[in-house]
């Protein structure tokens, strides 16, 4: 069995990949995917379904989506259910062989990290590669109303942007700077007050020949960063701006 949760929830038994229509019962699933190997109580996982004012009937309906999500994961001739009782309330269990890509995607991150860090760059672009093939897309944002499916979006947003930067780092390590440039204008439109993918856009700019265009580069974002959150840019965005201006290119 394995859990996908870096997207739209599913669960793949060998070749099947099913899918959860009804939306309490995603919600609940994904909240003991992301929680696995936790007990999680019987109140939070009645709050992550319903918010801050769920109805009375709230515990006989947990009791419910709780049996529903054990006949959607049970196998024939195996264990019993991987989601478990365990006061104050349930908890699921991952067993070999059973895969969770929230898992590989954390092992991959971190792959990545250490590989930039000892500046095995190729080796670094494979891991971040590898670890946002596996975010399919968020999941839908009505379905975040407690703080484990909400804590995870926010988590998961900053980790596939860590994840991204680590990637243009890498792959400007490897001299590919003006192959990038246009994803770095389309990464720092969507990312406006995120200084790492316009320091990269200035350095893939002026390490491409375009000296003027990196100047430029560098007053948008001053200006975002002025209008959005009344700042300047921080450190090391002045830093480049300045070694920019120093290059006379002699």
């Known amino acids: 069995m394995r859990y996908e949760i870096l997207g739209p929830l599913r669960v793949i038994d060998g070749k099947s990949a099913q899918t959860v229509n009804a939306q309490k019962v995603e919600i609940l699933l994904a909240a003991l995917i992301i929680r696995s190997g936790q007990v999680v109580s019987a109140d939070r996982l009645i709050r992550e379904i319903w918010g801050e004012e769920p109805p009375r009937s709230a515990t006989a309906g947990l009791y419910v989506y709780i049996s529903q999500i054990r006949k959607l994961l049970r196998r024939p001739g195996t264990q019993p259910s991987p989601v478990l009782t365990r006061p104050p309330g349930y908890v699921l269990t991952l067993a070999p062989p059973d895969g969770l890509d929230l898992r590989d995607f954390t092992a991959l991150l971190k792959e990545g990290r250490a590989h930039l860090r000892s500046s095995d760059h190729k080796a670094a672009v494979r891991s971040f590669e590898d670890a946002l093939a596996l ?10 109303r407690g703080p484990i499916l909400q804590g995870f979006r926010t988590w998961l947003n900053e980790a596939q942007l860590e994840c991204m930067e680590g990637l243009m780092d890498a792959r400007m390590a490897l001299g590919r700077h003006r192959e990038l440039v246009s994803d770095l ?38 200006r975002t960063l002025r209008e959005e959150l009344g700042v300047e840019p921080g450190a090391a965005l002045q830093d480049v701006q300045r070694a920019i201006l120093m290059d006379d290119g002699h």
């Open 135 to 144: 975010c399919r897309g968020p999941l839908p944002a009505d379905a975040a």
């Open 185 to 222: 204008y389309l990464l720092s439109t969507e990312h406006p007050i995120r200084e790492a993918f316009h320091r990269q856009l200035m350095l893939a700019l002026h390490r491409s020949g375009c000296r003027g265009d990196a100047l430029l580069a560098y007053q948008r974002a001053r």
